[in-house]
């Protein structure tokens, strides 16, 4: 197959997204820019596109797909129940980095919700991404990786991974927001949130005060427990290079690092200077929005430095920081050393 690449440039947008737009009513897959990441789309209504979607990626059939809508009207044509702190909660964070846990409803694919009668809804913050679905269908989209790799936030990164297994990618601009949405269910009581992503739990609380977050946000899940959120369980974002997540403060992560041999640091913009081994700075310590902009791009270069381990400077686990914090206990596969 050979993916189809589409440019957003004025001149050819319209014809751009009507085309795209084409593909996925016909049933095929297209690569798609959001604020978070890179999306691989395809009609949440059509069974036979979302298979596509899970052999593209090789992503496991039990991990349900996020389904993305452009106007708060679609929203009642995926769930069934919608209770109303979904609406405040729509209000006040769609569109956005937000996706909320809801009954499922009839017309979407078993398959997007891997057998579950539950459906995770979204209302993207771009436009190439919402104009899409108002010219075809509610979209079901992961993220445009291969899965266990980093999470693409350029269209380049799709490409790396996925051209000749997809119709087409929409050739957009990299990713504001770069770590994928906060999810929260509805379902469960109290509400619990899934995903730390760039909404935080400080903001969703500002509604629902008894939002509790899920065990496996920041533990790894014991052999017989059972993933609230199917995604959690699976290794993820993570190079071939062994990784280590390092806490600790500037000093001591500078001094251990630099008495370390074969490795490479990931390190904060104020640290840069004073690191002798190879390094990649991934964002300023003031600023947790920098990090998660860059974590998995700077993921994704790890594996070019040859090197046998890569310790990673963690952030604090507040605010945007729990998300980047997140992605990457997962990536170094729960090895955290504190200092
Ligand atoms: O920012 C994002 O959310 C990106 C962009 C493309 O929109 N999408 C994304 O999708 O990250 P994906 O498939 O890579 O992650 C979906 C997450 C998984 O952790 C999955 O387990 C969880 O959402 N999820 C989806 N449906 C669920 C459900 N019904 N119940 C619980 N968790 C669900
Ligand atoms: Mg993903």
Redesign the pocket.
């Given at each position: 197959m050979i993916t189809k690449k589409y440019e957003v440039s004025n001149d050819v947008y319209d014809k751009s997204i009507v085309e795209a737009a084409n593909i996925l009513k016909s049933g095929g897959t297209v690569a798609i820019p959001?604020e978070?990441?890179?999306?691989l789309a395809a009609s949440a209504f059509c069974d036979d596109a979302i298979a596509k979607i899970f052999i593209a990626k090789g992503r496991p059939q039990d991990?349900?797909?996020?389904v993305?809508i452009a106007d708060i009207s679609q929203l009642g044509e995926v769930a069934a129940e919608i209770p109303d702190e979904a609406y405040k909660l729509a209000e006040k964070f769609w569109p956005g980095?937000f996706?909320m846990?809801l009954k499922?409803g009839e017309r979407v694919s078993n398959s997007v919700?891997?057998g579950?009668d539950?459906?995770?809804v979204?209302m993207?913050n771009n436009d190439i991404a919402r104009d899409i679905i108002r010219n075809s269908v509610p979209l079901a989209?992961?993220?445009?990786n291969i899965s266990g790799k980093p999470?693409p936030t350029t269209a380049n990164h799709v490409i790396d991974d996925l051209s000749g297994k997809i119709d087409a990618v929409i050739m957009a601009g990299g990713c504001s927001v770069g770590v994928?949405?906060t999810?929260i269910?509805l379902c469960t009581n109290p509400p619990k949130l899934?995903?730390p992503?760039a909404v935080t739990a400080e903001q969703i609380r500002e509604i629902l005060p008894d939002l509790v977050i899920d065990n496996a946000v920041l533990n790894q899940l014991g052999k017989d427990e059972k993933?609230?959120?199917?995604?959690?369980k699976y290794k993820h974002y993570a190079p071939e290079t062994e990784v280590v997540l390092v806490e600790a403060d500037s000093k001591s992560f500078v001094s251990y690092v630099n008495a370390q041999e074969n490795c490479c640091a990931v390190c904060f913009s104020e640290e840069e200077a004073l690191i002798d081994v190879k390094k990649i700075c991934y964002g300023s310590i003031t600023s947790e929005e920098s990090l998660a902009k860059n974590v998995f791009s700077t993921l994704r270069k790890v594996d070019d430095l040859g090197v046998k381990t890569v310790y990673i400077h963690a952030p604090e686990k507040n605010g945007v920081g729990l998300a980047v914090y997140n992605r990457l206990i997962r990536a170094a596969a729960f090895k955290v050393m504190k200092l």
């Open positions: 959001t978070t990441v890179y999306g991990n349900p797909l996020i993305h980095p996706t846990v499922k919700c891997g579950l539950t459906v995770a979204r993207p989209a992961p993220s445009a999470s994928e949405s999810v269910t899934l995903r992503g993933a609230a959120s199917p995604g959690m």
